[in-house]
């Protein structure tokens, strides 16, 4: 079973577009076929000339969500959901990176949490960012180039780290746990319990049971996505203890329906 559900955003996107043109006077139907002629051309030459990827690293196959269709505006869009630098400094607070450490960040996307990271480690410390998404990688390249940043990127998944055992003082793994089937879930954390050195921190920030109804209202799609729906229950520590953390602590809420963890390797 495949769990990419980005197609479902072009859907959503005609969606929306149909919704607009019904707000002025178009019926639903002429609404619709309006919506499929605008969208569909624009997703064309979006899929062809700005989402294509254009990576010199070969692609790696994931059964995990890979986001290379919101590459080009992924940033803005962070920004523009509060998730932008208060969100980040929150996770690095939890983090508590020190001068010489080693981080890997898995699933880092466009990479702001791994540069970020490598300020924080300084010149002897040193931050690694990988993700699947080719794009994500190509545009995390492109910016640690542009703002002067040591962290390197790579094309890879959290299941198959190929970095050896006990390498990193920290692993971050900001949004991105819920991109993944619960079985990948599972191998993906035993391969960052392998690669983290004794005592090191695994630094968590995704999805969880929502603070209250509101939110509810907002996240029961997700109870039926498969990736998801365990972070909504609630079940995520369950998943870090069974990797072998010891102790798992939780380290706050953000916006109500995220939840920040601090894993020990033991
Ligand atoms: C919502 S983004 C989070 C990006 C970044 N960490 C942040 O905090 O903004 C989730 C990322 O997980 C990546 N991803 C999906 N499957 C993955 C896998 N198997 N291993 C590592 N990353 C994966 C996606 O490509 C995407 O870039």
Redesign the pocket.
Known sequence: MMYRWSWLCPWLAVALAAAVFMLFGLTWWSALLAAFLLVCPALLLWGLFITRPKSDEPAVH?R????DWAAPFYDMY?RAVGLGQGFRDQTLHVAAIRAGETIL?????TG??TRRAGEAAGPAGLAIG????QD?IRIAKENAQRFGSRAAFKVA???NLSFESARFDVVLS???LH??PPD?KRQ?LREVYRVLKPGGRFVVVDFYRPANPLWWLVAWPFLFMPTTAENFHGTLPDYFREAGFNPVQGKGRRAGILALWCAIKP
């Open positions: 994931t995990g969500m890979i986001m962070c960040d898995v699933g880092c996307g702001v949490l990988i993700d699947p998404g994500m998944t959290i299941e900001s949004l991105m991109h993944l990948l993906g």
